[in-house]
């Protein structure tokens, strides 16, 4: 059965930094991206993995936020810096099974206060 476990979310303030993490667990090929979804928003894409190994970003977190991942323990990182308002949203992480099948941790909240 495949787990996927978010943390590190939380309140901080404009400015400020945030570290995430999601551990997977069970028969996938990887953890792949970052999503996010604020209220009232559909969900969508912050970071993600390519196939060749490199990283892709949304244009509203370029230069902000890194996406990090090690391979051999399962567990892919966000790191989030310069934060923003408009950052506020429940972060997701998302893995890939051996089917093409997506699989969802429950989310972590990030607030920013101004």
């Known amino acids: 059965q495949v787990q996927l476990v978010e943390s590190g979310g939380g309140l901080v303030q404009a400015g400020g930094s945030l570290r995430l993490s999601c551990a997977a667990s069970g028969n996938i090929l990887g953890i792949n991206a970052w999503y996010r979804q604020a209220p009232g928003k559909q969900r969508e894409l912050v970071a993600s993995?390519?196939?060749?190994?490199?990283?892709n970003y949304a244009d509203s977190v370029k230069g902000r936020f890194t996406i990090s991942r090690d391979i051999t323990n399962n567990t892919a990182y966000l790191q989030m810096n310069s934060l923003e308002r408009e950052d506020t949203a429940v972060y997701y992480c998302?893995?890939?099974?051996?089917?093409?099948?997506?699989?969802w941790g429950q989310g972590t909240q990030v607030t920013v206060s101004s």
């Open positions: 993995f390519t196939r060749g190994g490199n990283t």
């Open positions: 998302n893995a890939r099974g051996y089917f093409g099948n997506d699989y």
